[in-house]
């Protein structure tokens, strides 16, 4: 692995399904990210950690959670997938949560569709 | 509010220079980001900028003026393969980046 990776690389969903999507990264980031993006619309934060062991909400969390067991994975889980969920996903990591030019690196993309 | 505005489209020619720019109001600031991204992939990174002035890399240069709550990026020598769309991201009081909707650029030749 090199860099960070997301799977699935889409998906087909009916609404009101469970569905976890994964993301690994092998950087060794202390912090990891999930955003939705949505045509028309900048991308959203929906929930971070800043560390493992940590997570945060972030503006649009509501239907969605994450678990940050350890440094390399940060999974997001929708409990009961909805249509206005339908959005591609981007998984991201940077070095660190605070200051300095600490960009983000993204995976590529899951792209849901909720029926 | 926090609100990030960009163009939502601009077309240029192959070889010119274009400039994109981006208004933001956020709750603080701690840095702004310029990224590039091309039709079904994901944002990679360009530009950070802190401090007001011009930071140039290469081909890109970005801009930032804090008092105005402003910046630019400028691509020279256009080439067909910088058609893609650009997004302006500002860090702010709680180090969360806010995004805009990002500007399709259209490189004609």
């Known amino acids: 692995i090199a860099g960070i990776t997301q799977a699935p690389t889409s998906q087909i969903l009916a609404a009101g399904r469970r569905m976890t999507l994964r993301c690994t990264q092998d950087?060794?980031?202390?912090?990891m990210y999930w955003y939705r993006q949505d045509l028309g619309l900048g991308l959203r934060l929906i929930h971070y950690s800043n560390t493992a062991g940590t997570t945060g909400k972030g503006e649009v969390p509501d239907g969605y959670s994450v678990s940050r067991a350890n440094t390399d994975d940060f999974p997001l889980t929708l409990a009961s997938a909805v249509p206005s969920q339908t959005s591609v996903y981007f998984c991201a990591s940077s070095d660190s949560a605070s200051g300095g030019s600490n960009e983000q690196f993204f995976g590529p993309g899951t792209r849901l569709t909720v029926l | 509010g926090q609100n990030i505005d960009q163009p939502t489209e601009m077309t240029a020619t192959e070889g010119a220079i274009v400039q994109i720019n981006c208004t933001y109001q956020?709750?603080?600031?701690?840095?702004l980001f310029w990224y590039q991204q091309h039709a079904g992939e994901a944002p990679t990174f360009l530009s950070y900028n802190v401090l007001d002035g011009l930071e140039e890399k290469g081909r890109f240069s970005s801009f930032l003026s804090r008092s105005k709550g402003y910046s630019y990026l400028l691509l020279k020598e256009l080439q067909m393969k910088d058609s893609a769309s650009y997004l302006c991201a500002v860090r702010d009081s709680n180090y969360q980046l806010i995004w805009g909707a990002g500007t399709k650029l259209i490189i004609k030749p």
């Open positions: 950087m060794r980031h202390n912090a």
């Open positions: 956020t709750s603080g600031f701690n840095g």
